[in-house]
């Protein structure tokens, strides 16, 4: 079992920066597919990015490619997941998850270890 708590949210203004981290607990943390996912307000979660065990591949969703970066640190148990260039739409509940896959996966329901989330609010 892995338990995930996600970091590092805030308010920025529009072409800003924040880098959310993802802290993990237990031994295994190399084990996992990691993954980020946000929640806006009245839409559903979905997908922004996910990383491999060993971190040599990464995938994301079209709308933050070039604009994020997700990485791990499987020393520390950690994932990261730099923000740039901001936009209002990117507001939302960011989620880190993990996921015993080996492959990268973007559904939900793949991921089944998840953080309560932390806020990221870009402002125009």
């Known amino acids: 079992q892995v338990q995930v708590a996600e970091s590092g949210g805030g308010l920025v203004q529009a072409g800003g920066s924040l880098r959310l981290s993802c802290a993990a607990s237990?031994?295994?943390?190399?084990?996992?597919?990691m993954g980020w996912f946000r929640q806006a307000p009245g839409k559903e979660r979905e997908f922004v990015a996910a990383?491999?065990?060993?971190?040599?591949?990464?995938y994301y969703v079209d709308s933050v490619k070039g604009r994020f970066t997700i990485s791990r640190d499987n020393a520390k148990n950690t994932v990261y997941l730099q923000m740039n260039s901001l936009k209002p739409e990117d507001t939302a509940v960011y989620y880190c998850?993990?996921?015993?896959?080996?492959?990268?996966?973007?559904?939900?329901?793949?991921?089944?270890?998840w953080g309560q989330g932390t806020q990221v609010t870009v402002s125009s």
């Open positions: 998850a993990a996921s015993s896959d080996i492959t990268i996966r973007t559904g939900l329901s793949r991921y089944k270890h």
């Open positions: 237990g031994r295994t943390f190399s084990s996992y597919t």
């Open positions: 990383i491999s065990r060993s971190g040599s591949i990464t």
